[in-house]
């Protein structure tokens, strides 16, 4: 590399962070136009009219795929048992990853993702290094479920993106197709890589085996399509399902990209560009949503809180115990 190039290469570098928040500030001012411009065309009567005819079989139908989309991605991290090859039993496991979820969702992945996980774990006597691979495997299992997912629903063709948009129905498609073969090389690499590692900035990464993946890919999956079943529902079942799906899709990276907690706001402007001007009004909508929030996000939040503060417990009776223990083995010599 010529020295020409390399102080090219160092002035990207240097740059590369104005860039990056020029970018997010443009993000946020789009966003922020579009919520302005739904606050205002939406009849807020309409909508609390709509909260309060939600039947008690759609409220049950909506709470019950709730339980089984937290239940489902609880195994995320008994995936990651194995691929982290720790003795946490899975009693333990779940109550960390249920509280983990529900912090994620709506206090962003900083504090739910990551932190109280290494907080968590670590109290229960797992190492860094341990939780590390447990993170990377819950992290890859929503993913790769929701590149598989994804690109099954834009390959085929499931979502009409609105007239206005840049991409297209067959740039969409060609995104899908795309998603699915990033898909399918990971689990290529899996099942028939030759080389197992690597060391990246001195942390070790492995390839799971391809039974693993496979299970990662299921897993992610059926969370993604739980969740946009709870839209579903709390629609009142009256726009398609896979549309529902689709735009959910669409809708949860545009939130991940403006770094919102929960895509507050962002997933409705989406859903209400996509579906307005159908048979459900921008209202019904709204709606919609904000129960989704409720239901979802919320509802486990609360509970959450709860089974936190009794692991915090839980943690501290095992650690006292374990010094206790310890004195025992080891009882202080006089002087």
């Avoid at 509280?99 to 190492?127: D, E, H, M, P, Q």
């Amino acid at each position: 590399m010529t020295e020409r190039q390399q102080q090219s290469q160092s002035g990207w570098r240097r740059r590369w962070p104005l860039i990056k928040k020029i970018l997010t500030y443009c993000f946020f001012i789009l966003v922020a136009g579009l919520l302005i411009g739904l606050a205002r065309n939406v009849n807020w009567s309409e909508v609390y009219q709509t909260l309060r005819n939600y039947s008690a079989r759609t409220l049950w139908l909506a709470g019950a795929a709730t339980a089984v989309s937290y239940a489902v991605y609880c195994c995320f991290d008994v995936l990651g048992k194995r691929y982290a090859q720790h003795d946490l039993p899975i009693r333990q496991i779940v109550p960390v990853t249920f509280v983990c979820y529900a912090f994620n969702l709506n206090l962003s992945a900083w504090v739910g993702g990551i932190a109280l996980r290494y907080r968590l774990y670590s109290r229960f006597g797992l190492r860094t290094s341990q939780i590390t691979r447990v993170f990377t495997m819950s992290v890859l299992t929503n993913w790769l479920g929701y590149l598989w997912l994804a690109g099954l629903i834009f390959a085929l063709g499931w979502i009409t993106p609105p007239a206005d948009w840049e991409i297209g129905h067959t740039a969409l498609r060609v995104l899908g197709a795309g998603l699915l073969l990033a898909s399918a090389i990971y689990l290529w690499a899996c099942g028939f890589s030759k080389r197992r590692h690597w060391t990246i900035r001195k942390h070790e990464i492995y390839l799971p085996s391809l039974r693993l993946a496979v299970f990662q890919m299921l897993l992610g999956a059926s969370n993604w399509a739980l969740m946009a079943l709870v839209v579903y529902f709390m629609l009142s079942q009256q726009a398609p399902y896979p549309v529902v799906l689709g735009i959910l899709m669409i809708s949860s990276v545009a939130g991940v990209i403006a770094h919102i907690p929960a895509g507050l706001g962002v997933i409705e402007a989406v859903f209400v560009t996509m579906l307005g001007g159908g048979e459900l009004s921008q209202a019904s909508i709204v709606a919609g949503l904000i129960g989704y929030r409720v239901v979802y996000f919320l509802i486990p939040l609360l509970f959450a809180t709860v089974v936190y503060v009794a692991l915090e417990i839980r943690a501290k009776k095992l650690r006292s115990i374990s010094n206790d223990d310890a004195q025992e083995e080891h009882p202080p010599t006089a002087a």
